[in-house]
């Protein structure tokens, strides 16, 4: 069983930037994919971004592509979300989990909850205007 714990949340501008971690626990992570998501307060939880099991490839939803970047420290056993020109719209709780496929299969077209599991707690972050 994995546990994930995100960390790295707060308050910041728009236009700032934050980095988020998430450490997992209880097993390595080293041969599957992990995905970032967020859900703002009266919206369902929706996919922010993805990698790869050896951080080769990263996909993005498109309001966050060229701005966020997600990479993994395997040997950490954790997971970054690198976000730059924080908007107010990105307020929202974040969470990690871990993809429910070995590998990358399929990786870059399943972004739904379903196809993730072992969710974070999550982690605050609220951009002011």
């Known amino acids: 069983q994995v546990q994930l714990v995100e960390s790295g949340g707060g308050l910041v501008q728009a236009g700032g930037s934050l980095r988020l971690s998430c450490a997992a626990s209880g097993r390595t992570l080293s041969n599957v994919g992990m995905g970032w998501f967020r859900q703002a307060i009266g919206k369902e939880r929706e996919f922010v971004a993805s990698?790869?099991?050896?951080?080769?490839?990263?996909y993005y939803a498109d309001s966050v592509k060229d701005r966020f970047t997600i990479s993994r420290d395997n040997a950490k056993n954790t997971l970054y979300l690198q976000m730059n020109s924080l908007k107010p719209q990105d307020t929202a709780v974040y969470y990690c989990a871990v993809y429910r496929y070995m590998y990358a299969y399929q990786l870059e077209s399943r972004r739904s909850e379903a196809d993730f599991h072992s969710w974070g707690q999550g982690t605050q972050v609220i951009v002011s205007s």
């Open positions: 990698v790869t099991y050896n951080g080769g490839m990263a």
